[in-house]
């Protein structure tokens, strides 16, 4: 299996032992890249300033207060100053945009997600009940804690459920066996990624430990078949 994460693409593969084709679903970023601006995810997206570090696993999950700087961006920023264009003469002719509040940069992911997850299911496949729940969040709620629990939850479900098709984008019901394909890298790569997605946004404060810890024991660990020690162990923690 070959995919191409930041495309949310995917290439299937003939496996020689079965003879058969396996594909595998994974995240399309482009759904969620309004999410990008106010969650940290390691080597993915850019995060903010955050003011908890988040040591876990899936059996242990602390946080402890820290200062982190931004994304490696930073350095590519220092790298480069010097050819960067000075517009210091223009500032009073250009009106500053204004600074959206976390809770308005989510309704703007949630909102983004909703619209392009319903455009992308195929004729006659039926939402998922988180869609309806982030879509409920969106109209009810609208706190940072709501949506970002839905849109995480649908982020997972996406990634369990679906096949994207790499040509037109499309989502279908997959038939991939999870539990038969623990040993596929690619498997192992969207868990972690998932995983360590539920660990920023806590470090990021937009969510509870203990709401990230049940998600993913519900949504990630128990569809391995594995229990939280040995889900640790085999993504490396």
Same mark, same amino acid.
């Given at each position: ?15 020689? @032992?079965?003879?058969? $084709? ?8 482009? =759904?969620?890249?309004? *999410?990008? !601006?106010?969650?940290?995810? @390691? ?17 242990? *999950?602390?946080? +402890?207060? !820290?200062? !982190?700087?931004? %994304?490696?961006?930073? &350095? ?5 100053? &010097? &050819? ?5 003469? %223009?500032? +009073? ?6 600074? =959206? ?11 983004? *997600?909703?619209?392009? *997850?319903?455009?992308? #299911? ?11 729940? =982030? ?5 009810? !709620? ?18 369990? =459920? $679906? ?12 038939? %991939?066996?999870?539990?038969? @394909? ?14 360590? $997605? ?15 810890? @049940?998600?993913?024991?519900?949504? #990630? ?17």
């Amino acid at each position: 299996v070959i995919i191409n994460r930041r495309a949310g693409r995917k290439t299937p593969t003939r496996d020689n @032992n079965s003879k058969t $084709y396996i594909t595998m679903r994974t995240i399309n970023l482009p =759904l969620i890249a309004a *999410f990008a !601006s106010v969650v940290k995810t @390691n080597g993915y997206t850019q995060p903010q300033q955050c003011r908890t570090s988040f040591t876990s696993s899936a059996t242990k *999950f602390r946080v +402890s207060q !820290s200062q !982190s700087t931004p %994304f490696a961006i930073s &350095s590519f920023r220092q790298n480069h100053a &010097s &050819s960067r264009l000075q517009m210091s003469d %223009f500032g +009073s002719a250009m009106p500053e945009k204004p600074k =959206l509040t976390t809770e308005q940069k989510l309704i703007d992911a949630a909102d983004k *997600f909703i619209n392009d *997850f319903s455009a992308k #299911l195929s004729e006659g496949v039926p939402p998922p009940p988180e869609l309806d729940a =982030l879509i409920e969040a969106r109209k009810t !709620s609208n706190d940072k804690q709501s949506l970002s629990k839905g849109i995480y939850e649908l982020m997972i479900e996406q990634g369990m =459920l $679906y096949d994207i098709d790499p040509t037109t984008g499309m989502l279908s019901p997959t038939l %991939f066996d999870i539990k038969a @394909n623990l040993d596929v890298p690619e498997v192992k790569s969207e868990f972690d990624y998932l995983y360590k $997605y539920g660990m920023s946004l806590i470090s990021n404060e937009l969510i509870e430990v203990d709401v990230v810890k @049940n998600i993913v024991v519900k949504r #990630l660990i128990e569809r391995t078949g594995l229990s939280p020690e040995e889900f640790d162990k085999w993504l490396g923690y």
